[in-house]
């Protein structure tokens, strides 16, 4: 069993930038690759970014390539998300996520392969 817990949300101006935290806890955190997600207002939970269990692969959403990005500290059982440029459409809830690090490529990253997920961290960009 893997418990998540993010941190690092908040209320941002546009173009400006924050940077999440996803603490894992309760079971060897470096055989999981690790994904964030996001939920906006009315809208279904979207992959933003994955990093792979051994942290040497990547993975990004299309609507963030080049201003997000997700790196891992293995040692401190700890992945972040960095978000630069924000816009308002980055508005919603960020989620970050855990799946079994047998799985390789960037195919891994789907919700239904997600197997702990944690409750969430709200992130409010204004125009």
């Known amino acids: 069993q893997v418990q998540l817990v993010e941190s690092g949300g908040g209320l941002v101006q546009a173009g400006g930038s924050l940077r999440l935290s996803c603490v894992a806890s309760g079971h060897t955190f470096s055989g999981y ?3 964030w997600f996001r939920q906006g207002p009315g809208k279904e939970r ?3 970014a994955g ?3 051994g942290g040497s692969r990547t ?3 299309d609507s963030v390539k080049g201003r997000f ?3 891992r500290d293995i040692a401190k059982n700890t992945v972040l998300l960095q978000m630069n440029s924000l816009k308002p459409e980055d508005t919603a ?3 970050c996520a855990a799946s079994d690090g047998t799985c390789s ?3 891994c990253y789907v ?3 997600m197997d702990y997920w944690g409750k969430g961290t709200l992130v409010t960009v204004s125009s």
């Open 33 to 35: 690759n690790m994904a």
């Open 46 to 48: 979207e992959f933003v």
């Open 51 to 53: 990093v792979s269990w």
């Open 59 to 61: 993975y990004s959403g």
């Open 69 to 71: 990005t997700i790196s």
């Open 93 to 95: 809830i960020y989620y």
């Open 105 to 107: 490529g960037s195919g």
């Open 111 to 113: 919700r239904s392969l």
